[in-house]
């Protein structure tokens, strides 16, 4: 009897706002069950509909109870599942909404960013046994205790990703208010491509770099239990991006996207004592606080002190620099200084691991523009580099057209194989 | 250590309505907490939301499934219990938000109008050793599928009573937006006085004449297990009404209040066959379709065929004709009327059953002012009258003034012992 074929598709707030939008993603669900498959469809709060009540959380409290928002900000899912559950039911289809602590999606206690610890496949399966289609509320798990959880912005990716993986399902798709995954953000640059496919962790960099089409961790998520996600439009039949393990042709592509974060900050430590425990002193309060610290640069040693650069999200620096200050004595600081006129670009690509020559062209193409590169840092299938700001959008488009990427791979002149 | 003093609060939607009314609220629970007793504190919706709800459900289906109705409504108590415990906690109080599954409010599969059946009150108590305040959201419960149920209009009021009886509560308390319960509507009778005490049969019967200040569920609950009720305003410091078993002292009050009901339609059929069977074929249809068919009067027979009176609710009135239509051939019937220009007055009182003549004193009160009683009908404990509604007000009145019930009972001139 396990022959059971099952897809599941989630579906992003706007996907969802108002009722027209939720009978096109019925349509979608309904030919999914005519192909004779069982749905789990993952649904987000209405557009607007999670802000909402994160306002009205901080009108009532200028530090809410993490516990107390969960339970409050779950509230937006349950609506959109009971109303789409609503509509299967008119539409003739077997449907019920079904919430976090009903199918026991077992998370972490840690509230307002729970990770999942497991979910109740067999609850799940039974359930499926006897319906068509089963609404079940994204973003939302219980912990051990029976409270409600929710799992981040975005976590409604990582409940589809999650249940898919939990159900073995056949399919996962993503629905979302874009084609797919492009080579980069076609806001800026107009020869933009959608790609046909990426691997985890290309799109681990992309979607870090700002390409927000999925959520981190449900990426993460999709590498370890192996689930090809599919990335796609609601309001049109295009096919979308397929996020996949990579395979042998993915390698033959030098480079699949040129990713960008103007949210960047850069500071910079002038002479700081070159010893042991110098770097953790600097790092370590930071880390506390929960700042992430992108690029780190440090200087050969001169005289026994060394300049130090790194880039935080611009949000961060004040509170960064406040706990510089603190640390300035002890690590023998000359100067703290910062600058919020920068920009990460990166070029992304797992091609990079078997061919060299991809930074230098990189490099030679921003030198043709009078791009200045402020840092530097590479990883094995990526490229990150620091530049001025006003240069961000010309550096894009500069590199797009370098590796071809409004060619398909194939049809590049050089540097594929 | 189970000396713990437990004090049920319950707030209704216009009491939770907003930040500054829910800081009135607190203000509340703080005291009793200063009194050193744990809260356990019943939640409605925000005043509005239900309805905007339950108006989306409607837009979404003509006729919206009753379980996702109620994981659709339940989000509106679940808002206010979490935002709520974000203001305790602010307030330095321990508390957390509880929902209906949490500490298993367990009820019947009745969606949307679900009895309760039992609540794990060890649960509660476990989680009263470490909190000052629960806020637990009232209206709802789960059943045994772990399915979110609701238990009908103004069911928090059940919520609250149930609470206050599995916990053996030492007060429970109803808050609401009037001063307690009152002789009768002071909307159309200036000289209503707000009552000290009533019994539970008074308001049972006082609450289905539409005198709206509890469910009538909750107060049945309430009467079952002998819970003491206090209903009393949110925006003020009066103690309101207590609602409690009979006792002696109100036994001596002859006439407690005055209810009516203007949503009331008359059906008479006439020359209806006298005959065994008849009455069952009248009132089986009607009864089926959830109908409360209310004063029901049968003339003495002549000829084999009698005429048969009774009322139903004026919304139910057209479906019962159209159900009357289709059995008039098998019970003989010549002629249907109805008639919705008419009103229900009644006078209450626990005393009636050890006193004659309250009867023939309010009749004769309505004869004083040419009110024509057009049906009749009485229990131990009321009189009711149908009455033209044109006439509702000075009815109400009249029979407020020939029982001075402006008058604390001990000042009344006659009828008293």
């Not at 809410?64 to 969960?70: F, R």
């Not at 976090?100 to 496949?121: E, F, K, P, S």
């Not at 998520?221 to 042709?249: H, I």
């Given at each position: 009897?396990?022959?059971?074929?099952?897809?599941?598709?989630?579906?992003?707030?706007?996907?969802?706002a108002?009722?027209?939008?939720?009978?096109?993603?019925?349509?979608?669900?309904s030919?999914?069950?005519?192909?004779g498959?069982?749905?789990?469809?993952?649904?987000?709060?209405?557009?607007?509909?999670?802000?909402?009540?994160?306002?009205?959380?901080?009108q009532?409290?200028?530090?809410?109870d993490?516990?107390e928002?969960?339970a409050?900000?779950?509230t937006?899912?349950?609506?959109s599942?009971?109303?789409?559950?609503?509509l299967c039911?008119?539409?003739?289809?077997?449907?019920?909404?079904?919430?976090?602590?009903?199918?026991?999606?077992?998370?972490?206690?840690?509230?307002?960013?729970a990770?999942?610890?497991d979910?109740?496949?067999?609850?799940?399966?039974?359930m499926?046994?006897?319906?068509?289609?089963l609404?079940?509320?994204?973003?939302?798990g219980?912990d051990e205790?029976?409270?409600?959880?929710?799992?981040?912005?975005?976590?409604?990716?990582?409940?589809?990703?999650?249940?898919?993986?939990?159900?073995?399902?056949?399919?996962?798709?993503?629905?979302?208010?874009v084609?797919?995954?492009?080579?980069?953000?076609?806001?800026?640059?107009d020869?933009?491509r959608?790609?046909?496919?990426?691997?985890?962790?290309?799109?681990?960099?992309?979607?870090?770099?700002?390409?927000?089409?999925?959520?981190?961790?449900?990426?993460?998520?999709?590498?370890?239990?192996?689930?090809?996600?599919?990335?796609?439009?609601t309001?049109?039949?295009?096919?979308?991006?397929?996020?996949?393990?990579?395979?042998?042709?993915?390698?033959?592509?030098?480079?699949?996207?040129?990713?960008y974060?103007?949210?960047?900050?850069?500071?910079?430590?002038?002479?700081?004592?070159?010893?042991?425990?110098?770097a953790?002193?600097?790092?370590?309060?930071?880390?506390?606080?929960?700042?992430?610290?992108?690029?780190?640069?440090?200087?050969?040693?001169?005289?026994?002190?060394t300049?130090?650069?790194?880039?935080?999200?611009?949000?961060?620096?004040?509170?960064?620099?406040?706990?510089?200050?603190?640390?300035?004595?002890?690590i023998?600081?000359?100067?703290?200084?910062s600058?919020?006129?920068?920009?990460?670009?990166?070029?992304i690509?797992?091609?990079?691991?078997?061919?060299?020559?991809v930074?230098?062209?990189?490099f030679?193409?921003?030198?043709?523009?009078?791009?200045?590169?402020?840092?530097?840092?590479?990883?094995?299938?990526?490229?990150?580099m620091?530049?001025?700001?006003?240069?961000?959008?010309?550096?894009?488009?500069?590199?797009?057209?370098?590796?071809?990427?409004?060619?398909?791979?194939?049809?590049?002149k050089?540097?594929?194989?």
């Amino acid at each position: 009897m396990n022959t059971m074929k099952i897809t599941v598709q989630k579906f992003g707030g706007t996907s969802v706002a108002g009722l027209e939008r939720m009978k096109r993603v019925l349509e979608i669900v309904s030919r999914e069950c005519a192909r004779g498959n069982k749905v789990v469809i993952v649904l987000s709060a209405m557009a607007g509909e999670t802000n909402r009540l994160l306002d009205l959380a901080s009108q009532w409290s200028s530090d809410p109870d993490p516990a107390e928002l969960d339970a409050l900000a779950t509230t937006g899912e349950q609506v959109s599942v009971a109303l789409f559950a609503m509509l299967c039911k008119d539409a003739g289809l077997k449907a019920r909404s079904v919430l976090g602590h009903q199918v026991q999606i077992r998370t972490t206690c840690d509230y307002t960013n729970a990770r999942i610890l497991d979910i109740d496949a067999n609850t799940l399966r039974a359930m499926l046994n006897d319906h068509d289609v089963l609404a079940v509320a994204g973003f939302q798990g219980c912990d051990e205790h029976g409270r409600l959880t929710t799992l981040g912005r975005g976590g409604s990716d990582t409940s589809g990703v999650a249940l898919a993986a939990a159900l073995n399902a056949e399919t996962c798709e993503i629905y979302t208010d874009v084609e797919g995954v492009f080579t980069t953000d076609p806001n800026i640059c107009d020869k933009a491509r959608k790609l046909d496919r990426i691997s985890y962790d290309e799109m681990l960099e992309m979607a870090s770099m700002g390409a927000k089409v999925l959520q981190i961790r449900s990426v993460e998520f999709a590498k370890k239990y192996n689930v090809p996600v599919r990335v796609r439009s609601t309001f049109s039949d295009n096919p979308g991006t397929l996020v996949s393990q990579e395979d042998k042709s993915m390698e033959y592509v030098l480079v699949s996207g040129i990713a960008y974060d103007k949210d960047q900050a850069r500071v910079t430590i002038y002479d700081v004592l070159d010893q042991p425990g110098v770097a953790s002193s600097i790092f370590g309060p930071i880390a506390e606080k929960g700042i992430l610290v992108d690029m780190i640069i440090q200087n050969t040693s001169r005289d026994g002190h060394t300049d130090m650069t790194f880039t935080v999200s611009r949000k961060d620096l004040q509170k960064t620099l406040a706990l510089l200050e603190a640390v300035r004595q002890d690590i023998g600081a000359k100067e703290i200084q910062s600058d919020t006129g920068v920009c990460k670009v990166s070029v992304i690509g797992v091609g990079m691991r078997n061919h060299s020559g991809v930074a230098s062209r990189a490099f030679a193409a921003m030198a043709r523009e009078n791009i200045n590169l402020l840092m530097l840092s590479t990883s094995e299938i990526k490229i990150t580099m620091l530049i001025e700001d006003k240069y961000a959008e010309l550096a894009v488009r500069t590199l797009h057209e370098e590796f071809e990427l409004d060619k398909q791979p194939g049809e590049r002149k050089v540097g594929e194989v």
